[in-house]
């Protein structure tokens, strides 16, 4: 099983960025997803989760700004991100619990700054 992220970049404060991550491989099951992000000198923080039934949470900083969710047929999920600010550049990392087990993806960093 791999994930396989993508969509970060350099945006300016207030601007707009949709990360994605595809799992692949032998999936029988796809349960909780999530995106975490770590800054530098900083510890990994869940930023926001999804359940296998719909249930979303988010961290306080993000609430109201990032929307997750998810095609299981895709086996994707997304996270979209607006009114970015600077305090959101981090390097961000998908997490699927596929087959029963934890499995990341690769960062992708998101810039955000004038």
């Known amino acids: 099983v791999q994930l396989q992220a993508s969509g970060g970049g350099l945006v300016q404060p207030g601007g707009s960025l949709r990360l994605s991550c595809t799992a692949s491989?032998?999936?029988?099951?796809?349960?909780?997803v999530g995106w975490y992000r770590q800054a530098p000198e900083k510890q990994r923080e869940l930023v926001a989760g999804?359940?296998?039934?719909?249930?979303?949470m988010y961290a306080d900083s993000v609430k109201g700004r990032f929307t997750i969710s998810r095609d299981n047929t895709k086996k994707t999920v997304l996270l979209q991100m607006n009114s970015l600010k600077p305090e959101d550049t981090a390097v961000y990392h998908c997490?699927?619990?596929?087959?029963?087990?934890?499995?990341w993806g690769e960062g992708t960093l998101v810039t955000v700054s004038s």
């Open positions: 491989g032998s999936i029988f099951s796809v349960n909780g």
């Open positions: 997490k699927m619990v596929i087959n029963g087990m934890n499995y």
């Open positions: 999804m359940s296998s039934v719909g249930i979303t």
